[in-house]
């Protein structure tokens, strides 16, 4: 569509919205894999053109597929630069804006492959045996940097490859562990670490700058870039963990070694983690983000500027009482520009380079992913809402003038009745200021009363938003009409690291009273909510709570536990990441078992009595899948109406296309079931 056509179009809809609301539907699982999912916003050098990525699903293939795509940066129609059965993503400008390197699955495994912005055909780049990932070019042009998962004990590809065949050939699949994060979230990490290669732009083979056994990108707590190059593109920072025991340590550590591979050097000692270095315009400066606390993963992310001539450090944000996101210097290098949550949203700040006031650039918005126009005159962001799917848009650097410039689902979106997100704030058990948002059903009518369902968000120091989930969707929820509610109980990202830091070793004290006292203000403020029709859901943290409600007293008729911790002391045994448990729980099971067994919902198993579903997945090694099993056997040993709905091909998240129809399709019936009752 032509999209002066669909700008029309998207105007005169907004116009006739009052007479074209009855005609809406509400939206349904189909949708919510029909819409095309917008990522990954660059510009071009020049700054007249962005790319990006769209991917949709396939219910009846049961698969996605993603392709690159370039729109105006004044804005325009949008053209698809790629269009291939196989996954295109991660698209990277080359730095005279020639051409665009990739990442591509069209001949197998990801690979590198190179396309003309005028389009034609793509020219494989890589040839590395275990894939590749994470483009970065280098500021002339001449190298470009990825990431590899290989044996650190293999020299060169040739070996890799020979031990991965002779692996995949051999009909032994035992597997012999000697340390600890010997697997991660949803795979087996197989002996392999993660390396930054750097290979020449023209192709050839690839040269692997951070041998060494230890993962570089980090296997987790890392950013969204955890490597670059130096302006001079004579060097290369990148992020690693070298602690003896990572499963323990958050100690990321940054380091830079010259880009023809050679001496590393540490360049910071923080013992808590440090990630995203980014080089200043110039190269004066390397910024980077830092926590503050050893073991923490929930910390304050602060901005630190290192200086390379000087060695000396600064922190930016130390009155800034929120988490620094993503962040990139401005052209001139006069600001650093951040993405931070703030309150249920995800909104751009700046701040100047040499330090000062924090201003709010970009506000009331979920902000995915930003960059910064090359000549200093814009911002190209990729914004959402509860009831619009990610697009992307244009302002000044100053934040005014925020004009649309994809449409990528808008004729579908207009069909569909969604309603706005609203905030709502109460006085919680303590005095505390807890806030919460509410989504009202399709085609409400204040006079009806309508069933609530109140779904608690994971971390637990995670945090609802004003954003369009493709999980645990709102508006999926709300639509075969009831009223949905979620509150950023104490522990939740976005009101500050006190806040934050309430939940440790607390888990269902304080975010269990705030969550209480929440329903209790919606009864009391909104008439058109059911008292008597109330469900509760969540997932990760969000289950471990609805396990905790069911064994405690609480107003719901019927809950959903998705990937729940049920018995503390046997996830610690099976779960990967150790510093969680022994941060939130001040300890080892068997050192220190008190807030082990206090905070286990297994000791309430006898209290059990409302209907529960249970989900959970068998590729789930954070919250490992026993947890769903023991929670379900309690409660069909204390007689309790429970089901359980097992996944044997996904892992904490629930993705294929099918597998989710299913889920939604369970979760509604189960819900309508009970709620009635």
Known sequence: MNRKVQILTFILLILSLPLFAANKRPISVEDLFSIGRVSDVQVSPDGKYLSYTVKYYFMETNKSNSDIWLVPAKGGDPIQLTNNPKADFGARWSPDGSKIAFISTRNGSPQIFTISVNGGEAKQLSHISTGASGIVWSPDGK????????????????????????????????????????????????????????????????????SGDFDSPPLDLGSSQDY?????????????????????????????????????????????????????PGGKYLAYRAMKHAGFEADQYDLILFNRQTNERKNLTTDFDRDVGTFHFDSKGKYIYFTSQDEGRNCIFRIPVHGGKVQKVIGDDYVRSFVIDPNGRYLFFAKEAINRPTEIFRSKTNGKNITQLTFTNCDLISQLAMNDLEDFWFESFDGKKVH??????????????????????????????????????????????????????????????????????????????DLMAGIDYLLKTYDFIDGDKLAA??????????DWICGHENPFKVLVSHDGVYDQRSMYGATEELWFPEWE?????????????????????????????????????????TQGFQMFTA???NGVPSRLLYFPDEDHFVTKPQNARLWWKTVHEWIAEWINK
């Not at 690693?240 to 990572?246: A, F, G, H, M, T």
Request: with cysteine; glycine share 8%; aromatic share 14%.
């Open 436 to 513: 919460g948002m509410l989504v009202k059903p399709p085609k409400f009518d204040p006079a009806k009363k309508y069933p609530l369902i109140y779904l608690i968000h994971g971390g637990p120091q995670g945090m609802w938003s004003d954003d369009f989930h493709y999980r645990w969707n709102a508006e999926m929820f709300a639509a075969p009409g009831y009223v949905v509610a979620m509150v950023n109980f104490r522990g939740s990202k976005g009101y500050g690291q006190e806040f934050c830091n309430a939940v440790s070793k607390n888990w269902g004290g304080g975010p269990y009273k």
């Open 143 to 210: 190298y470009i940097a990825f990431s590899s998962e290989v044996y650190p004990d293999c020299k060169t590809d040739a070996e890799n490859q020979a031990r991965e065949e002779a692996e995949a050939k051999s009909p032994v699949k035992a597997k012999i562990i000697d340390r600890l994060f010997f697997r991660h979230w949803n795979r087996w990490t197989d002996e392999k670490r993660s390396h930054v290669f750097v290979m020449k732009s023209s192709g050839g083979d690839a040269w692997d700058v951070t």
């Open 228 to 280: 670059a190059f130096s302006p001079d593109s004579r060097e290369i920072a990148f992020v690693r963990n070298e602690d003896p025991v990572v499963a323990i340590s958050t100690n990321n550590d940054i380091f830079v070694t010259p880009v023809q591979g050679g001496k590393i050097t540490k360049i910071t000692a923080n013992p808590a983690n440090d990630n995203q270095p980014v080089y200043s």
């Open 585 to 625: 729980f001040n300890g080892t099971p068997y050192e220190n078992p008190e807030l082990y067994e206090k905070w286990s919902p297994s000791n309430f198993a006898k209290n059990f009595k409302t209907p529960t579903l249970v989900i959970h997945s068998e590729n789930d090694f954070r919250v490992p899948v």
């Open 635 to 637: 409660l069909q040993r």
């Open 537 to 546: 859901a969540g997932a990760s943290y969000g289950g471990f709570m609805i």
